[in-house]
């Protein structure tokens, strides 16, 4: 078995099992929200739905990883490495990005204000992954 093959399905496993959990997190959350809404009889703001799908973005960048991984054929041991290492922070960062949209639909359901704040803050969470991916592929590409 080669080690580069496992460091690219680490690449992509660990990125979707990130978004895996942010999703469902932000999604329960905007559930929860729009129940308060409807309990209330205010509306519903459906850009809840943004916040729930934000996270799914790390799962195309895991994607992305597993084929520069595969197309720089690196050592097997350094893409075992970026696989798991990389994969893991972008993980992570759906998944924190799931827990910051779930505040941002708790915090919209009870005030109706400050998308524009929340969608930052969801924005700073997925910079995180974007920084990983291209530190990995400069650091595949040296």
């Given amino acids: 078995m080669n080690l580069a093959f496992i460091g690219m399905a680490a690449a992509l496993g660990l990125s979707a099992a990130g ?8 999604g329960m959350s905007s559930v929860g ?23 799914l973005t790390q799962t195309i960048y895991g994607f992305l990883l597993m084929n520069f991984i595969r197309s720089a054929n690196p050592d097997p041991g350094m893409a075992l490495g970026i696989g ?15 827990k910051c949209a779930a505040a941002s639909a708790d915090a919209l359901g009870a005030t109706g204000k400050g998308t524009a704040n929340y969608f930052i803050v969801i924005g700073i969470a997925e910079t995180v992954a974007l920084f990983t991916l291209v530190f990995s592929l400069l650091l595949l590409n040296s």
């Avoid at 978004?19 to 932000?26: E, I, P, V």
């Avoid at 290492?85 to 960062?93: E, N």
């Fill in 19 to 26: 978004s895996a959990f942010g999703a469902g997190f932000a």
């Fill in 33 to 55: 929200a729009w129940k308060k809404c409807y309990a209330s009889g205010k509306p519903a703001p459906f850009i809840m739905i943004a916040f729930t799908g934000a996270p």
């Fill in 84 to 98: 798991l290492f990389c994969g893991t922070a972008i993980g992570l960062s759906a998944l924190f990005q799931g």
